[in-house]
T-cell receptor, first 115, second 114 residues
Framework: AQSVAQPEDQVNVAEGNPLTVKCTYS??????LFWYVQYPNRGLQFLLK??????LVKGSYGFEAEFNKSQTSFHLKKPSALVSDSALYFC?????????????FGSGTRLSIRP | EAQVTQNPRYLITVTGKKLTVTCSQN?????MSWYRQDPGLGLRQIYY???????DKGDVPEGYKVSRKEKRNFPLILESPSPNQTSLYFC?????????????FGAGSRLTVL
């Protein structure tokens, strides 16, 4: 079955430290991978995506993600966390069929940055 | 401003009382989709539409209906709501269903069914 897994419900990091939010996927074919962020009482906002090419993708607000095909992972990273990064983060994969497209979301990881 | 607009943002209703959650986008997007968000389950797709008059079921379509008569609008209809449909609902759209197009989300509609 095609799926996306975010193994950590919550990640706690001190401000200024590096952060990693993990994501692994299991899909057939070549996936397009995304990270979205949800702030309280808001809809999801796009952070970054991987289509092809360089395995390190840079996105909004200083975030980046590393695509690893052999480990089927797409972990979200930031070198120095800010309190304002505290939010709910979703990994997603878009799978293309011949005449349709399906987007699968992970269960989400709550990132908490302490001052 | 390019956006997806959902209404109502908050709604409390009773079992069996039909309701419609509207969704409208101003970006001329072909693809639109409805999701529900429940704790620990992430976002699950209810229905999606690849273009006008083309709709299809997502992962959790039971108890819901949709229509796509115009490109900009994609209402979600609950004919006979039940308590297990209490959830946070999101409408989203993207330029098309192919490629790596990014989804633009509405602000969400929190529905409580008593």
């Amino acid at each position: 079955a095609q799926s996306v897994a975010q193994p950590e419900d919550q990640v706690n990091v001190a401000e200024g430290n590096p952060l990693t939010v993990k994501c692994t996927y299991s899909v057939s074919g070549n996936p397009y991978l995304f990270w979205y962020v949800q702030y309280p009482n808001r809809g999801l906002q796009f952070l970054l995506k991987y289509i092809t090419g360089d395995n390190l993708v840079k996105g909004s607000y200083g975030f980046e993600a590393e695509f690893n095909k052999s480990q089927t992972s797409f972990h979200l990273k930031k070198p120095s966390a800010l309190v304002s990064d505290s939010a709910l983060y979703f990994c997603a994969v878009r799978v293309l069929y011949s005449s349709a497209s399906k987007i699968i979301f992970g269960s989400g990881t709550r990132l908490s940055i302490r001052p | 401003e390019a956006q997806v607009t959902q209404n109502p943002r908050y709604l409390i209703t009773v079992t069996g009382k039909k309701l419609t959650v509207t969704c409208s986008q101003n970006m001329n997007h072909e693809y639109m989709s409805w999701y529900r968000q429940d704790p620990g389950l992430g976002l699950r797709q209810i229905y999606y539409s690849m273009n006008v008059e083309v709709t299809d079921k997502g992962d959790v379509p039971e108890g819901y209906k949709v229509s796509r008569k115009e490109k900009r609008n994609f209402p979600l209809i609950l004919e006979s709501p039940s308590p297990n449909q209490t959830s946070l609902y999101f409408c989203a759209s993207s330029l098309s269903f192919s490629g790596a197009n990014v989804l633009t989300f509405g602000a969400g509609s929190r529905l409580t069914v008593l």
